[in-house]
């Protein structure tokens, strides 16, 4: 790969064109914001989905914007998603030093990435990157609602919840730090059928449970990570929304179930 990771689905899961990109993100965290109350603390963790923006991006949407109150502070975002294209044992960062969209180019924390990979579960793979779409997915909305800020990028494979916790604790950070975990709920199931599928499975989120699988949660691997490291630092979960394709732009006789959580210190 080269010195900047190109963007890989544009033009499929969200807009292609600069314009239209930034319009459909900003009218989404608009209604967001117009539906929530203003948080007291801003997360220092989201859950957020990673389907195509006609799906999946009013939910996305809810947790991006509780960031607003963080816009200037936040600094690094530390991005967990699962692997769909490429096997991976452990978690693979890029070598890319910047990842591209229509809206600009993202620095890649080059010092925080040399820290992590003297983990021994971490390595260093361009193949994992290249055609994933789970963290590509989420930069239009941090690029909106973010100043200048730069991302250590995991793309999550066969990984045991310590192993993914012991990263997160190491770039754990400050205020500066924020961290996004990339995950869908259950996939292709009926309506009804998905609904209390994902309504249990958020339950277990809550209660911060590291053993959820991946019938679940394409991401269950960095989630009982983040939850192994919630408990310990006493992070409190918050839903902020819960949908499923069949709520925004599918039919309900398959569907891909989606939500966002944030995860607040000191409350």
């Known amino acids: 790969m080269s010195d900047v990771r190109r963007a890989a689905v544009a033009g499929m ?3 292609e064109a600069p314009s239209a990109l930034a319009t459909e993100v900003r009218s989404r965290l608009a209604l967001a914001s117009s539906s929530a109350a203003s948080p007291d603390v801003p997360p220092k963790a989201v859950i957020v989905p990673h389907a195509g923006y006609i799906y999946s991006g009013e939910v996305a949407a809810k947790a991006y914007a509780r960031l607003a109150p963080v816009r200037a502070v936040v600094r690094r975002v530390v991005l967990f998603g699962p692997a769909h294209r490429v096997a991976v044992r452990g978690l693979a960062l890029p070598t890319a030093t910047s990842f591209a969209t229509p809206l600009g180019r993202v620095a890649v924390d080059g010092e925080a990435v040399a820290a992590a990979l003297r983990l021994p579960q971490v390595l260093a793979s361009d193949a994992a990157h290249a ?9 239009p909305f941090l690029q909106t609602v973010l100043d200048e800020f730069a991302i250590v990028p995991f793309v999550v494979g066969d990984a045991a919840p310590d192993e993914v916790a012991e990263v997160i604790d190491l ?7 924020l961290i996004v975990i990339s995950s869908d709920l259950s996939h292709y199931h009926r309506y009804g059928e998905a609904r209390a599928i994902d309504r249990a499975t958020v339950d277990s989120i809550l209660a911060l449970s590291d053993s959820l699988d991946h019938d679940q949660a394409c991401g269950a691997t960095p989630i009982n990570g983040m939850n192994r490291a919630a408990r310990r630092r006493g992070l409190r979960p918050e839903l902020l929304d819960l949908r499923n ?12 179930g989606y939500a966002s959580i944030a995860f607040t210190e000191g409350a």
């Open 245 to 256: 394709s069949g709520d925004t732009a599918g039919d309900r006789s398959r569907v891909v």
């Open 171 to 177: 770039l754990w950070g400050g205020p500066e730090t």
């Open 13 to 15: 899961f969200y807009p």
């Open 131 to 139: 055609f994933e779409h789970s963290l590509e997915v989420q930069l």
